[in-house]
């Protein structure tokens, strides 16, 4: 079943997806990296969730701006 997850940036560098996620999950949220492979190279995404609808997605998309003070995106996941 496809879920959601909030993605909260994508990173050249792994180092700074994995401090992000660390910072995330410090303030509470189950963060996890992604490593994706684009045109431009390999990216690690940072996402919050998953979580099963998009509502929820939505919900944890402001608390997780109003704790981190970064406002991510709503994305289908896997």
């Not at 401090?19 to 999950?25: F, G, S």
């Not at 684009?38 to 919900?59: F, H, I, M, W, Y």
Request: glycine fraction near 10%.
């Amino acid at each position: 079943a496809v879920g959601f997850a909030v993605q909260l940036g994508a990173f050249a560098r792994a180092e700074d997806a994995d401090a992000l996620r660390d910072r995330v999950r410090a303030a509470g949220f189950s963060a996890f990296v992604e490593q994706v492979r684009t045109d431009k190279g390999a990216l690690s995404r940072v996402r919050v969730g998953p979580v099963a609808n998009r509502g929820d997605a939505e919900q944890l998309r402001a608390q997780v701006a109003a704790k981190v003070g970064i406002s991510g995106m709503v994305r289908p996941h896997p």
